[in-house]
């Protein structure tokens, strides 16, 4: 009888895949860019040298400098779960001179375990609004970091600089009033780094959605992140050039 209960529970247990450190280990640095230049709405643009993107800065090839390296850095947010950081390494001592600010804001801790990768089962399309979903508190802990004065320069990451690091982009490019082609746009770019695991449009239309039915994406902020129309306002003054006179 119990060998027969272990079997049914093991069917209903989540799948499992295995996390290949190995292939994240090989793509440090990579996928990196900055993410001003966009125009927005009224004349103004996402000002350039503020806040970048990347795959995880623990080990990067010697061959040619990051261009980090050649950045004032104030702050470096890791969005990697507590076990990647244990498995690949906290960003390299480098780029945490000189007084850098490290913040860890773990998002996926509950996905990462010892012996595999686990997802909650969701609709195919949906897997990157989980990431939202799933994770509010540390996202708004992500966007209350963003509103602190005095941060910027700032590159956030997660390991291969893509989903994680990919939604926090979308919800940051459409507060500041990105058009939604070229967050899109953004979004596909890491394609470039992995040719072999392509993102697509339709992975982020679950997210738009979720945004238009909660209002905009102010409302969402604030109702389903939990933040204030400060924080918002601090965010777009720090990061929004004026319009062109």
């Given amino acids: 009888m119990s060998r027969a209960i272990d079997s049914k529970n093991k069917l209903r247990e989540t799948p499992r895949v295995v996390v ?25 643009r996402v000002r350039r040298g503020k806040i970048y993107r ?8 010697d061959e040619s400098p990051h261009p980090l390296a050649a950045i004032r850095l104030r702050t470096l947010v890791t969005l ?19 007084g ?40 708004q802990s992500f966007f209350k970091l963003l509103a ?3 941060v910027y320069p700032l590159v956030f990451h997660c390991s291969a600089g893509r989903d994680r690091t990919g939604v926090g982009a ?3 490019l459409e507060l500041l009033g990105v058009s939604r082609e070229l967050i899109v746009a953004d979004f596909l770019e890491s394609n470039a780094t992995f040719p072999k695991m392509p993102l697509s449009e339709r992975q982020l239309e679950p997210i738009f959605s979720l945004i238009e039915e909660s209002g905009g994406i102010e409302n969402f902020l604030l109702d389903t ?8 306002e601090a965010i777009r003054g720090d990061l929004l050039e004026p319009a062109a006179g």
């Fill in 20 to 44: 290949d450190f190995d292939l994240l280990r090989r793509i440090g640095g990579r996928n990196f860019r900055d993410l001003g230049g966009h125009p927005v709405a009224g004349g103004h």
């Fill in 148 to 150: 602190e004065r005095e």
């Fill in 170 to 172: 979308v919800m940051l």
């Fill in 100 to 139: 850098v600010r490290w913040e860890h804001i773990p998002i996926g801790d509950s996905w990462f375990r010892d012996d595999g990768f686990y997802k909650i089962e969701t609709p195919p399309g949906h897997e990157h609004l989980v990431i939202v979903t799933e994770f509010r508190n540390g996202w």
């Fill in 225 to 232: 992140l939990g933040l204030d129309v400060t924080d918002l």
């Fill in 54 to 61: 990347s795959a995880h800065l623990a080990q990067i090839p």
């Fill in 80 to 98: 990697q779960s507590q076990l990647e950081v244990r498995h690949l390494g906290p960003p390299r001592a480098e780029f945490l001179e000189s």
